[in-house]
Nanobody, 126 residues
Framework: QVQLAESGGGLVQAGGSLRLSCAAS????????MAWFRQAPGREREFVAA????????QYADSMEGRFTISSDNAKNTVDLQMNNLQPADTAVYYC???????????????????WGQGTRVTVSS
C-alpha cells in the first residue's frame, strides 16, 4: 500500500504561481511513476504531468507543458508540481497518483493508477 498526501493548493490570481507537493509513504519503489491529475467542476479527471522514479523522465499534457514543471525527491518520496502563469481554466482539484511504470507510463490512463491522494483545490481568479 502507498499513502499520498497533497498540499499547496489555494487561491491565486491569473498569472500567478503555485507549488503543489505530494508526500508518499508506504511501499513506494523505483518501479513506480508519480503523477498529477486534475478535475475541474463538471469535467472528467485529466492528466497533468508524470515523472518516473527510476530515471526521472517526465511527461506533460500538451496544455500544461511550458507552464508546469514536475519534479521529485526520491529520498523524501515527494513529488512537486510548480505551476506558473496560472489561468482560470486551471481551476480544479489536483490529485497526486502513483502507479507501476509498466502499467501506466505509456498510456497515463488514470484508471491504471493504483493509489490516489485526497486532492488539493486550486482556484485561479480572473
Amino acid at each position: 500500500q502507498v499513502q499520498l498526501a497533497e498540499s499547496g493548493g489555494g487561491l491565486v490570481q491569473a498569472g500567478g504561481s503555485l507549488r503543489l507537493s505530494c508526500a508518499a509513504s508506504g511501499r513506494i519503489t523505483y518501479t513506480h511513476v508519480m503523477a498529477w491529475f486534475r478535475q475541474a467542476p463538471g469535467r472528467e479527471r485529466e492528466f497533468v504531468a508524470a515523472i518516473s522514479r527510476s530515471v526521472g523522465s517526465t511527461q506533460y499534457a500538451d496544455s500544461m507543458e511550458g507552464r508546469f514543471t514536475i519534479s521529485s525527491d526520491n529520498a523524501k518520496n515527494t513529488v512537486d508540481l510548480q505551476m506558473n502563469n496560472l489561468q482560470p481554466a486551471d481551476t480544479a482539484v489536483y490529485y497526486c497518483a502513483v502507479g507501476l511504470a509498466l502499467k501506466v507510463w505509456r498510456s497515463l490512463d488514470d484508471r491504471e493508477f493504483d493509489y490516489w491522494g485526497q486532492g488539493t483545490r486550486v482556484t485561479v481568479s480572473s
